[in-house]
Nanobody
Framework: QVQLVESGGGLVQPGGSLRLSCAAS????????MGWYRQAPGKERELVAA???????NYTDSVKGRFTISRDNAKNTLYLQMNSLKVEDTAIYYC???????????WGQGTQVTVSS
């Protein structure tokens, strides 16, 4: 079973930056499009950024121009660079395939991002 382990979250002030990482226990990024998802308290989990196998990226409107998704296939790692963070970005962030292939891969624990002054 492939393990997805997210890290890099924390507490940051509005306008600050964080870089999230997602490490996979084996290489899956070459065969799947991947995405970063987030779930805020009381809300549904949403896809915020995605990257295809050939590197095409897509973002939800609320993070366009602020977040950048990338991956390093050699390191089996997915990244999310988050700049100009806003209070409304506060959520638990997860990585998974896009769309989520939940019958193949479990969700990880996620990493908490809190944006607050």
């Amino acid at each position: 079973q492939v393990q997805l382990v997210e890290s890099g979250g924390g507490l940051v002030q509005p306008g600050g930056s964080l870089r999230l990482s997602c490490a996979a226990s084996r290489s899956i990024f070459k065969i799947h499009a991947m995405g970063w998802y987030r779930q805020a308290p009381g809300k549904e989990r949403e896809l915020v950024a995605a990257i295809t196998r050939v590197g095409t990226t897509n973002y939800t409107d609320s993070v366009k121009g602020r977040f950048t998704i990338s991956r390093d296939n050699a390191k089996n790692t997915l990244y999310l660079q988050m700049n100009s963070l806003k209070v409304e970005d506060t959520a638990i962030y997860y990585c998974h395939t896009d769309p989520p292939l939940e019958w193949y891969y479990n969700w990880g624990q996620g990493t908490q991002v809190t944006v607050s002054s």
